[in-house]
């Protein structure tokens, strides 16, 4: 079996100003093809490691091979890695063809190859009848297009986006993410994205590598970080989620027997391979979606609580309910239809969940 080719390796990268470590040691490979995020909230490292990779910053410690070659000190033109920024950065005077022209101009590459390569570029994000135009007449859509086609025209190894999509409207954000990601298949082209929106990431990701405070919380597929979270950090962070209070009562082949509100939850995932023993400390993590609701009295192994709040957010209802000694809302979400049944606020209501759905995390 072929081993799979790493186009970006990093290995013990970090960098400071001044007492302010920005990123700490940190170790990445990345393969050819691949897809990976940089996700985490501002501050986290995200943007720093990504201007390490670019050769924007120089790293205090450490080392980066891009397809094999040492870079770590290379300057940004030797790195044969194209950006793609949030403000497009594109030439007001210069028509759309010659923007995505630059590039191989710059290379000196011959002009019947650099026609023939903008063509294919143009075509390749579906604005084949745009060449002519200039920035100025475009959408903010069609000005990212451009960009990311000026980007790939030259062929570079890694594309390296940092929030490309911010300044856009949702409709128009969602539509982006989709073009993107197809643009990606097509090329095979690595590409390393940075961005602070969690559902963006989830949808364009092969991996996501959530950071904070300088450091890697988690590196992992989507369904990784979403369904295993290591740390109350990561499930607290990417996408809703309860997390109850409640301390271990057994461990057995079964799972783990969690004590909360006076009743023992079976819970048979637990996120970091930590060994709980009975009387630890932990939260147990369940999606709202993954958490049913019922008029019935709650039967053994069940939660109660008082409803607080109905809120319609279009597609989907939330319930907020409130359990004994629970200090935060319990939250559980169904999709929105007039045949759901109808609940009222100050209503007692039974809590359940199936034990798959249920994530221990140590504290």
Known sequence: MSKTKTSLKISGLSKRYGDFVALAPTNIDVAQGEFLTLLGPSGSGKTTLLSLIAGLAQPDEGQML???????????????????FQNYALFPHMTVEDNIAFPLRMRRQEQASIGRRVAQALEMIRLPHVAKRYPRELSGGQQQRIALARCMVYRPSIILMDEPLGALDKKLRDQMQLEIKRIHRELGTTIVYVTHDQEEAMTMSDRICLMNGGRIEQ???PADLYFRPRTLFVADFLGESNLLPG?????????VQVALNGSEITARGVSNGAALARGHAVRVMVRPQNLNVSSAAPAPGQLSGQLMDIMITGSLTKLYLQAPQQAQPIVAAFPTCQSAERYEAGQTLSLHWHANDAVVIAE
Do not use: F, K, N
């Open 66 to 84: 891009i397809d094999g070659a040492d870079a770590t000190r290379s300057a940004p033109y030797e790195r044969d890695i194209g950006m793609v």
């Open 219 to 221: 590196l992992g597929t």
């Open 247 to 255: 301390t271990i009562a057994q461990v057995d082949a079964d799972g």
